[in-house]
């Protein structure tokens, strides 16, 4: 039974997923206001690459299809790090300026 | 061959970060010594690279993911020439800060080793982690500073850039999923068969993904919108650092994935002319917004877009078949190492006057000549360069890339570069002029420290040399573009 529903459920549907979830991340990280917002935006940027990588991954027709699964771990691995920078620079900015707003980081103007 | 050989550049360099950290921490008597030790590892890290030059050592590593090649050699001296002249000029600077000697110097090692991997990687995993490994301490570079602009600058610097990366690995993704290989090469030979051919749309789009998020680290319209604020806003020795380190790498590992990857020719004129319409548009608008900059680091901000389209003229010139084609890309690797040098010259004087000065705006370098000879002679020659007025390192780089562009029936290209470089000599040579003729706000002398004045010198006779002698530094492009000849 489960193995029918694996089959009606193709490579296709889990891009749409990915490329959906990459569209809505791009979205939120262009709008939101507040920088932790505009971070979160871009983890699911990532996430749906993940997904992505690892439906490249599980449907390739290579016999050794590991590249896609481990070029994963590194993004989460890298996602993670960025995230402790931007949670430690956002802490920053708000400890000089009470705010994390990004129009009102604005100190930097021509 | 061990792996230690294979890696050793970089290992000299992480291995000296790991050095500064260690005295910093437990000899805390010994934190002077900190900045020599990082020249110490990054002068190791350029005789090792020497030393596979004498043998003639190149050769791939690690299953085809690092290639070490003569390109990746030219990269390699550049970095750790680039590195060493920041490590230099922010002695002063981090000694007046008086805190974090260790961790400061570990993070600028740090990038240097991204930057060192970057332009050695021949695959998407190795280029991502590269990248990363120079990104994200770059970003932390930019919030070192106590004031409330550093920090600014550091989170605008890391969201836009965290935008921007994950912009590339979805294109990364896309080529995966239709190649089935990480591997340049392997890409490449999956682009190159018919198969390839049948999915352009798809290949069309990775294109544009890499374009832009790479876009952002060149420092090219429209992914600039970072560059004068961080510019600004980031401490002087940092931005010397990123506005040639990371702009260098980009080209680097651009040049690679796309000539390598993307280089069949149904694909390469495709590219070629997004890069021709970037490049016109960025120095365009680079150029014309750097006039109106009171603030010397935003203009040199504005400038560094203006420079990335004259850089990018080399990557638009390759759509002639055969030898012509890597004739662009020495071009731009002549015009990375013209702009390095000659940029960091600049900043090095920035740096040394601003510090003195206590101000960033350009009104107060007027008479800077009375003030101190030296400083306003250097930024002055680095100035008549990054103009390209003949005969320095500036006008030998452009005169071949335009050459370059002219040959690849590029003509309206080349016309506005030519038409750029007069509007930036009105700015460039505007400061230049301020400098010589202006009143002095203050008497008192601009004195320059032993390790700025160092710097400043290795720069400006970089420039002076290459402007004299500008063979050996051509030669050095042409044989490392020449990889890319043998397909």
């Not at chain 1, 590991?66 to 070029?71: D, K, P």
């Not at chain 2, 970057?118 to 919030?143: H, K, N, V």
Request: aromatic share 12%.
């Amino acid at each position: 039974m489960s193995a029918l529903f694996l089959v009606t459920i193709g490579i296709e549907n889990f891009l749409a997923v990915g490329a959906l979830l990459f569209a809505l991340g791009f979205a939120i990280a262009l709008s939101k206001r507040n920088a932790i917002g505009v971070l979160m935006g871009v983890e699911l940027m990532l996430n749906a690459v993940n997904l992505t990588l690892l439906t490249f991954s599980r449907f390739s027709p290579s016999d050794r299809p590991v590249a896609g699964a481990t070029f994963v771990v590194f993004v989460i691995t890298v996602a993670a790090a960025e995230a402790a920078v931007a949670l430690a620079l956002a802490v920053s900015v708000y400890r000089n300026r009470d705010t994390v707003d990004v129009d009102k980081i604005n100190l930097l103007k021509s | 061959m061990s792996g230690l050989d294979i890696v050793g550049p970089q290992f000299a360099v992480l291995l000296a970060a790991g050095a500064v950290l260690m005295v910093d921490a437990l000899m805390p008597q010994n934190r002077r010594l900190v900045p020599y030790i990082a020249l110490l590892g990054l002068g190791a890290s350029a005789i090792w690279t020497g030393t596979w030059v004498a043998r003639d050592n190149y050769q791939e590593a690690f299953h085809g993911t690092l290639s070490l090649d003569q390109y990746a050699v030219f990269f390699y001296f550049l970095f750790a020439g680039i590195t060493a002249t920041v490590v230099l000029a922010s002695i002063d600077w981090v000694n007046q800060e008086g805190r974090g000697q260790g961790e400061y110097y570990a993070l600028v090692l740090t990038v240097c080793a991204g930057l060192m991997f970057l332009s050695a990687a021949r695959d998407l995993i190795t280029i991502f982690l590269a990248l990363e490994l120079s990104s994200i301490p770059q970003y932390i570079l930019a919030g070192w500073g106590k004031d409330r602009r550093s920090s600014e600058a550091g989170l605008k610097y890391l969201l836009l850039g965290a935008i921007a990366s994950a912009l590339l690995l979805y294109g990364m993704a896309l080529l995966y999923g239709l190649t089935g290989t990480t591997l340049l090469l392997g890409i490449g030979e999956f682009v190159a068969s018919p198969a390839g051919e049948a999915n352009r749309s798809v290949l069309v789009l990775a294109m544009a993904l890499l374009i832009a998020g790479f876009g952002f680290k060149m420092a090219i319209v429209p992914f600039q919108m970072w560059v004068p604020d961080v510019y600004q806003g980031a401490p002087t020795p940092v931005t010397a650092f990123l506005s040639v380190g990371s702009k260098a790498a980009a080209f680097a590992v651009v040049i690679r994935i796309f000539f390598e990857a993307l280089g069949a020719d149904f694909l390469s004129s495709d590219w070629a002319n997004v890069f021709a319409g970037l490049a016109a548009v960025s120095m365009t608008v680079g150029n014309v917004m750097a006039i109106v900059q009171t603030d010397i680091k935003r203009m040199f901000g504005y400038s560094s877009i203006a420079q990335a389209g004259n850089h990018m003229i080399g990557l638009a010139a390759i759509s002639v078949a055969g030898e012509q084609f890597t004739l662009g890309a020495s071009g731009v690797l002549l015009f990375v190492a013209a702009y390095a040098f000659t940029n960091l010259g600049a900043w090095v004087a920035i740096i040394a006057i601003s510090q003195k000065i206590g101000s960033d705006q350009i009104k107060d370098y007027a008479g800077m000549w009375k003030r101190s000879p030296v400083l306003t002679l250097g930024l002055a020659v680095c100035f008549v360069s990054l103009t390209g007025i003949p005969p320095t390192v500036g006008f030998w780089a452009k005169l071949y890339i335009f050459n370059a562009g002219i040959r690849a029936d590029l003509g309206w290209l080349v016309i506005i570069g030519v038409l750029n470089s007069v509007v930036s000599a009105y700015y460039y040579l505007g400061v230049a002029r301020q400098m010589f003729t202006g009143d002095a706000e203050g008497a008192e002398k601009v004195r320059t420290s032993p390790s700025i004045g160092l710097s400043l010198g290795v720069a400006t006779f970089g420039v002076l040399a290459f402007s004299i002698v500008p063979i050996p530094l051509i030669t050095a492009a042409r044989d490392a573009a020449d990889i890319f000849a043998q397909r």
